[in-house]
T-cell receptor
Framework: QKEVEQNSGPLSVPEGAIASLNCTYS??????FFWYRQYSGKSPELIMF????GDKEDGRFTAQLNKASQYVSLLIRDSQPSDSATYLC???????????FGTGTKLQVIP | EAGVVQSPRYKIIEKKQPVAFWCNPI?????LYWYRQNLGQGPELLIR????????DSQLPKDRFSAERLKGVDSTLKIQPAELGDSAVYLC???????????FGAGTRLSVL
């Protein structure tokens, strides 16, 4: 079983809409969670990190964490074509001292 | 502040040849990671260093892969001999340690023919 799971997509949303990206994780010992954006042919770029239950907002991005459900999400408001990329979810396990990445969700924002 | 620097950006070799990748982390970052990323997949950890010590190399194929981080700064990842299945992007990342936030270099795209 994959430790961090994401729907590979593609997720298509119209420009200006809210994009909702979801991620589940299996290790209940996971402490910190990250969202990276990766453009095609480029390296991952950190967008958000979250470690407490609830919401964390940064500009157009909101990360949501629900540890009871082992669920992390990323909302992108007012989606722009430049947001089109693959979004990687990652979880840090304190027990294993290791960050595990999901396979990523490809987001397409349609102008 | 300079980011994580990797070289080369691209490398094409024939199978059974050796290859090496170099990484210079962000200044002050004690933790350094090497990942391998295959097309359509997330990065997979190969090795993690805390300063000059390899603290997690459980996923490193030790029969052909080796790594070193002399003086706890720069690091080199080597493959000898390379196989067709080693074709991938090799990413280096560094972290200051806080919350294990990692910053990635541009990566080295390896093609083994």
């Amino acid at each position: 079983q994959k430790e961090v799971e994401q729907n590979s997509g593609p997720l298509s949303v119209p420009e200006g809409a809210i994009a909702s990206l979801n991620c589940t994780y299996s290790d209940r010992g996971s402490q910190s969670f990250f969202w990276y954006r990766q453009y095609s042919g480029k390296s991952p770029e950190l967008i958000m990190f979250i470690y407490s239950n609830g919401d964390k907002e940064d500009g157009r991005f909101t990360a949501q964490l629900n540890k009871a459900s082992q669920y992390v999400s990323l909302l992108i408001r007012d989606s722009q074509p430049s947001d089109s990329a693959t979004y990687l979810c990652a979880a840090f396990s304190g027990g294993y001292q290791k960050v595990t990445f999901g396979t990523g969700t490809k987001l397409q924002v349609i102008p | 502040e300079a980011g994580v620097v990797q070289s080369p950006r691209y490398k094409i070799i024939e199978k059974k040849q050796p290859v090496a990748f170099w990484c210079n982390p962000i200044s002050g970052h004690n933790t350094l990671y090497w990942y391998r990323q295959n097309l359509g997949q997330g990065p997979e950890l190969l090795i993690r260093y805390e300063n000059e010590e390899a603290v997690d190399d459980s996923q490193l194929p030790k029969d052909r892969f080796s790594a070193e981080r002399l003086k706890g700064v720069d690091s080199t990842l080597k493959i000898q001999p390379a196989e067709l299945g080693d074709s991938a992007v090799y990413l280096c990342a560094s972290s200051p340690g806080e919350r294990n936030i990692q910053y990635f270099g541009a990566g080295t795209r390896l093609s083994v023919l």
